[in-house]
């Protein structure tokens, strides 16, 4: 089973890599993948998910330009979500939405990063994907929606939109239905910030992103999430035992 949940993730995440590229230029996602330098259509064995990368050492067949390796990575990290879905979700049927919530997850974490928006198709799919989840596992906290949603519902209101977009706004909704749980919630908030603002400061630092620069919070978001699923729940009890102590010795 774990073989098929790679296998699958695998093909996914070719098929992902022509929504990355197709869903913002506003293109059909019928038709042919072809090469993004020349246009040549590619042929049955230069679409097999990383293989045919490797293979053909991540040139064209025809113009022998060099690819992008988003392409065998994305498809690689496709099969890797989809794998360690299998160790997180509690059934096989809800480990199989799981895959499929958490390959979009990635999608728009890598189109964010791009475009600095994310497709409003995308995050619809997503949120209902993560709420058949919620409801396979019967796990789902009002609180959670309250703080994951509120927290951005309240930074684009005090920021007039200027700091976050809808598109953040109706990720959190998807974000707190595949989480749940408020800790786990607060868990991938936290996670997010502290990333995102460690590599805001090093791309700060090295001249690469300026004061008035924007950067994408998607794919920390994505990121944030994926460690609440992994180890959230190990993480927020450790931190709330902690703090029950320390108030413990305090009130000795």
């Given at each position: ?10 093909v996914f995440g070719s098929f992902g ?12 996602i019928q038709g042919r993948s072809c ?40 498809e690689l990290a496709s099969g890797l ?172």
């Amino acid at each position: 089973m774990s073989l098929l949940f790679f296998l699958c993730g695998l093909v996914f995440g070719s098929f992902g890599n022509v929504l990355i590229y197709r869903l913002p230029l506003r293109r059909s996602i019928q038709g042919r993948s072809c090469c993004p330098h020349c246009g040549a259509v590619l042929r049955p064995q230069h679409l097999v998910p990383v293989v045919s990368f490797l293979l053909l050492r991540g040139k064209c067949s025809a113009c022998k330009e060099t690819l992008s390796l988003q392409y065998p990575l994305v498809e690689l990290a496709s099969g890797l979500l989809a794998l360690a879905s299998l160790s997180i979700a509690p059934t096989l049927l809800s480990a199989a939405i799981l895959a499929l919530a958490l390959w979009l997850l990635l999608i728009i974490a890598v189109i964010d990063a791009y475009i600095q928006g994310i497709p409003d198709v995308l995050s619809a799919f997503f949120i209902t994907l993560s709420c058949i989840y919620t409801v396979l596992t019967g796990e789902l906290q009002p609180l959670a929606f309250l703080i994951g949603i509120g927290f951005f519902a309240l930074q684009w209101l005090l920021s007039k939109g200027e700091w976050i977009g809808t598109g953040d706004i109706l990720l959190a909704v998807g974000l707190s239905a595949l989480l749940g749980t408020w800790e786990s919630v607060l868990f991938m908030l936290f996670f997010a910030y502290i990333t995102g603002a460690a590599v805001a400061a090093v791309l700060l630092l090295t001249k690469k992103l300026t004061s008035k620069s924007h950067i994408a919070f998607g794919p920390f978001l994505a990121l944030g999430t994926l460690a609440a699923l992994l180890v959230g729940e190990r993480m927020m009890s450790c931190i709330l035992s902690s703090l029950q102590a320390c108030e413990g010795l305090l009130q000795f």
